[in-house]
């Protein structure tokens, strides 16, 4: 079973680039990695998702090294709209004995 | 809008009480997700349901079951409820059994007094 963990906070200036890491040392071969944007009194909203190497979409980034032991999801540019709380989650859902596993999530406040 | 309803929106109600929430999914999706969300757990993995069969299961209490019916809609039932059960409960849906893009319902934040 995958622990994950992330920073508990970051702080940015509007416009700069914003790179979140989640460390899961235990992931295992068949877990991919996916990441959601949990605004106050909402649900997550899944942002992007990756087994290895890098994924690009048009709202992030997400770098995975060769170990898959952490990931990074990159934000460009971000805006004060960004401010939001972000989780990794890793898991795979193949099977009953399939468990997925959040991060701590990481609070990002975006300022001016 | 993530296209996934849940309901009731609140629901407050004492220890040992049992109760009921519903999800809906978007239309088309056969997998439905249940999540539980609380300030000291964080948000923990409950149990996942793919076309009406139990697919995976987290952390999941016994006291706590749900099923998903032949519309798709699905209910975690939560019984003898405790203090520590108060939390946000969230459903989720995505198109197939596998971990692909899941759509958040807005939650049901549960009151145990």
């Known amino acids: 079973l995958a622990k994950t963990t992330q920073p508990i906070s970051m702080d940015s200036y509007e416009g700069q680039e914003v790179n979140i890491t989640c460390s899961h040392n235990?992931?295992?071969?068949?877990?991919?990695i996916t990441w959601y944007q949990q605004f106050p009194s909402q649900g997550p909203r899944f942002i992007i998702q990756?087994?290895?190497t890098k994924v690009t979409n048009e709202v992030a980034s997400l770098f995975i090294p060769a170990d898959r032991k952490s990931s990074t999801l990159s934000l460009p540019r971000v805006s004060l709209s960004d401010t939001a709380v972000y989780y990794c989650?890793?898991?795979?859902?193949?099977?009953?004995?399939?468990?997925?596993?959040f991060g701590t999530g990481t609070r990002l406040q975006v300022t001016l | 809008d993530s296209g996934v309803t849940q309901t009731p929106k609140h629901l407050i109600t004492a220890t040992g009480q049992r109760v009921t929430l519903r999800c809906s999914p978007r239309?088309?999706?056969?997998?439905v997700y249940w999540y539980q969300q609380s300030l000291d757990q964080g948000l923990q993995f409950l149990i996942q349901?793919?076309?009406?069969?139990?697919?995976a299961k987290g952390n999941i209490l016994e006291r706590f079951s749900a099923q998903q019916f032949p519309d798709l809609h699905s209910e975690l039932n939560l019984s003898s409820l405790e203090l520590g059960d108060s939390a946000l409960y969230f459903c989720?849906?995505?198109?197939?059994?596998?971990?692909?893009?899941?759509?958040f319902g807005p939650g049901t934040r549960l009151t145990v007094l």
């Open positions: 989720a849906s995505s198109e197939t059994s596998g971990l692909n893009e899941q759509f």
């Open positions: 235990n992931i295992a071969t068949n877990d991919y």
């Open positions: 990756g087994y290895k």
């Open positions: 989650l890793v898991g795979a859902n193949t099977g009953t004995a399939s468990k997925l596993t």
């Open positions: 239309s088309g999706d056969l997998s």
């Open positions: 349901y793919y076309n009406g069969e139990e697919r």
